[in-house]
């Protein structure tokens, strides 16, 4: 059986909105969101990816291991970054630095420095408030669209039937392997298999971890017969096919797919027109220069 996210009915923004208006949304603030590095505009994404945040209705405990993926994903990204220096060449040609810092050792005649640039700082925090919209903006998705309405969602944005109802089951694959996953190892380990002491290198480790991978495995693709044996027996991909569910736009949710048209297409211009590069403020480059 296949099952969800930890989805709930919440009043929050997102659930207040058709879904497939806020998939159009969300895919318009990510389009947009990808033509900036001036951490003025991007702190307007990120203020409208805060709002949706604050107003999700989810709780910490629902999904702080989600949060704490992104954070530790976004900050490491980030600090990476920062002491390379790489990615930022291509949004400016020249740095102002700051001071450079010298390790007390060697290495093979070598000595570690980093240069702190006030660019490779900017683009450090443009890229974590970037990636972090983003990133926050997209692990909402699966704790606030209902799982029953996710192949007519993408059937009404004008997928196929069978495109549609892929990306159904992909969504909920996952989950379902977690929980597959879960199960599976409570019941080896009621058998006494003790992961916790698995020792030696890196091959002996996955090979002892066949008890695990292996049933979940075979789990997985006899559940993708089954699925595949009841859409055969139901005739799917004939004929057209028809919905249990069905939504209606309102007038709420012409209005946010209003407002996503305006945000991609004010990015587009803005764009064109050279607005939105990197930017250094000026008073740190007078610092910089005193």
């Not at 909105?17 to 994404?45: G, Q």
């Not at 949004?91 to 010298?102: A, P, S």
């Not at 944005?157 to 495109?163: F, Q, T």
């Not at 006494?192 to 002892?208: A, F, M, N, P």
Request: aromatic letters at 16%; one cysteine or more.
């Amino acid at each position: 059986m296949l099952v969800s996210w930890r989805y709930r009915e919440r009043k929050s923004l997102i659930q207040a909105f058709d879904p497939s208006a806020w998939i159009i949304f969300y895919a318009c603030f990510i389009v947009s969101t990808m033509f900036f590095w001036d951490l003025r505009v991007l702190f307007f994404f990120l203020a409208i990816a805060l709002v949706v945040i604050f107003t999700s209705g989810i709780k910490w405990r629902e999904m702080y291991r989600a949060w704490l993926f992104i954070c530790g994903f976004v900050v490491f990204f980030s600090l990476l970054t920062f002491l390379t220096g790489r990615g930022g060449m291509e949004v400016y040609e020249q740095e102002h630095t700051i001071t450079t810092l010298r390790a007390p050792f060697t290495l093979f005649k070598w000595q570690p420095t980093l240069d702190i640039t006030v660019e490779r700082a900017l683009f450090a925090l443009s890229q974590l408030v970037r990636v972090f919209s983003l990133a926050s903006m997209t692990i909402l998705i699966p704790y606030s669209i209902n799982p029953a309405h996710y192949g007519i969602t993408f059937h009404r944005l004008g997928l196929p039937d069978k495109i549609a109802y892929a990306m159904d089951l992909t969504m909920r694959f996952i989950p379902t392997f977690g929980r597959d996953f879960r199960l599976t190892m409570d019941a080896q380990r009621a058998r006494g298999y003790e992961i916790e002491k698995l020792s030696g290198g890196i091959i002996s480790q996955v090979r002892k971890l066949a008890p695990l991978i292996v049933p979940v495995t075979i789990h997985a693709i006899a559940g993708s017969e089954d699925i595949i044996d009841a859409m055969d027996l139901r005739g799917f991909g004939i004929g057209r096919r028809t919905w249990l569910v069905q939504l209606q736009y309102r007038m709420r949710d012409y209005v946010l797919m209003g407002l996503a048209a305006l945000i991609l297409i004010g990015s587009v211009i803005a764009s064109m027109f050279g607005f939105g590069k990197f930017w250094v403020p000026e008073f740190l480059l007078h610092m910089v220069g005193g």
